[in-house]
């Protein structure tokens, strides 16, 4: 399996600022994922992070609102811009193990926008 | 991915058999049923897959009938700690592009 840690784990934010989530994965990875758990909810996918390529968003989600980088093969990064209440969430970083045709999870950092 | 269709909440006696169901009428030749949970306050968790035959692993088993419009997961001794959302996800096996995609799950609640 992989092993995913996220940073910060959680983090209580002021309306208007950016956060920027951090996902470091133990061995490289050719596909990332970040995910969004709204309160209650099921988890929806935000974007596909690939190495050395932009990022492909899903319908709803803008690259202005969630700026991604993929620097490298075992890092990522996440930003969610200029934050309101409503992007209270548990972000999570995912990734694809192709040798174990797997996807594993980050804990998830826990955000609350007042 | 075929859309899946679970029960919202379901409750088990610690100790007892716990039986997840999930329909997924619409699923396709080479999409897998994949089964994952996510304990509170963490991030979602493999437990296991199958495509048509019963797969059986530590964690759980997975019976598949026979024409795979549906599947159902059995914890065969639930304890408190499989107190947790359960997802049935079906997905075509090894492709990457095709990420998981979670619907609404079942909320399984052991009780001693």
């Known amino acids: 399996s992989a092993v995913i840690s996220q940073k910060p784990s959680r983090d209580i934010c002021q309306r208007g600022t950016s956060l920027t989530i951090q996902c470091q994965v133990d061995?490289?990875?050719?596909?990332m994922f970040w995910y969004r758990q709204q309160p209650g909810q099921s988890l929806t996918l935000i974007a596909t992070?690939?190495?050395?390529?932009?990022?492909?968003?899903e319908s709803g989600f803008v690259i202005d609102k969630f700026p991604i980088s993929r620097p490298n093969l075992t890092f990522s990064t996440l930003t969610v811009s200029n934050m309101s209440p409503e992007d209270s969430s548990i972000y999570l970083c995912s990734v694809y193990i192709s040798t174990h045709y797997e996807q594993y999870f980050g804990p998830g950092t826990r955000l609350t926008v007042t | 991915d075929a859309k899946t269709t679970q029960p919202p909440s379901m409750d088990c006696a610690e100790g007892r058999a716990a039986n997840l169901p999930c329909n997924h009428s619409t699923i396709s030749g080479n999409e897998y049923v994949y089964w994952y949970r996510q304990i509170h306050s963490q991030g979602p968790q493999y437990i296991i897959h199958?495509?048509?035959n019963n797969e059986t692993n530590e964690m759980a088993s997975l019976i598949i009938t026979e024409d795979r419009k549906s599947s159902t997961l059995i914890l065969p001794h639930a304890t408190l700690r499989d107190t947790a959302v359960y997802y049935c996800?079906?997905?075509?096996?090894?492709?990457?592009?095709?990420?998981?995609?979670f619907g609404g799950g079942t909320r399984l609640m052991v009780k001693p």
């Open positions: 199958g495509l048509k």
């Open positions: 996800i079906v997905r075509v096996f090894g492709n990457a592009g095709n990420m998981l995609t």
């Open positions: 061995s490289q990875v050719t596909m």
């Open positions: 992070a690939n190495q050395g390529s932009e990022a492909t968003y």
